[in-house]
């Protein structure tokens, strides 16, 4: 149980394009979903937390209309990187909480984004 | 703020035991565990709350002291399975995971 997907698992695109990634939990109601991103050998870095039909709430230097979030279901959240640029180039990783933060964290596969 | 994890890294041989250590300088409601390997998303171990609990999971157990705010995870009889980067998340009052800059740990036959 408590199974994360994530779509992509990578992509690559161009400089000035945006990227969506899904992130679904497949056997649990997901009442909180996170967004992260972690550089490499570097510890992972939240970004946003999305709850289910609310708006997402962005870490402070986080740029809202940069990485729009939607949480359109209990089991559905996408990250939208908007005009990527090459220093959006990093691993984003979702999860999902059956609960708020004292509840345990499933993390999906990652994505990994390349913008040339 | 993020916890504090000490060592960085630790090389075992198998069967010998580790152990890694999370701080905090802020009051503290929960401290999550997760391993991640190379490329790999992490995967949650354990979660463990104020009221200094302690936890196992088969031969990796955790720790809790809430009057310390500290943490400790023990990888005992170590197994070629158990390399990665082990994380600490800690909960505070303000209900954010932040995770420590993780430990390597390498196990080798």
């Known amino acids: 149980g408590a199974v994360v997907s994530q779509h992509p698992s990578w992509v690559i695109c161009k400089s000035g394009t945006s990227v969506k990634i899904e992130c679904r939990s497949l056997?649990?109601?997901?009442?909180?979903m996170f967004w992260y991103r972690q550089f490499p050998k570097q510890s992972l870095m939240l970004m946003a937390t999305s709850n289910e039909g609310s708006k997402a709430t962005y870490e402070q230097g986080v740029e809202k209309d940069k990485f729009l979030i939607n949480h359109a279901s209990l089991t559905l959240s996408t990250l939208t990187v908007t005009s990527a640029h090459p220093e959006d180039s990093s691993f984003y990783i979702c999860s999902a909480s059956p609960g708020p933060f004292t509840y345990e964290q499933y993390f999906g596969p990652g994505t990994r984004l390349t913008v040339t | 703020q993020q916890p504090v994890q000490s060592p960085q890294a630790v090389i075992l041989r198998e069967g010998e035991d580790a152990v890694i250590n999370c701080s905090s300088s802020?009051?503290?409601?929960?401290v999550h565990w997760y391993r991640q390997k190379h490329g790999e998303a992490p995967v949650f171990l354990m979660i463990?709350?104020?009221?200094?609990e302690q936890k196992g999971h088969e031969k990796i157990s955790a720790s809790f002291n809430e009057k310390k705010q500290q943490s400790s995870l023990y990888l005992t009889a170590s197994q070629l399975s158990y390399s990665g980067t082990y994380f600490c998340?800690?909960?505070?009052?303000?209900?954010?995971?932040?995770f420590g800059a993780g430990t390597t740990v390498t196990v080798r036959a």
């Open positions: 463990l709350l104020k009221g200094g």
């Open positions: 056997d649990f109601q997901a009442t909180t």
């Open positions: 802020k009051a503290l409601y929960s």
């Open positions: 998340g800690t909960v505070a009052n303000d209900y954010k995971l932040s």
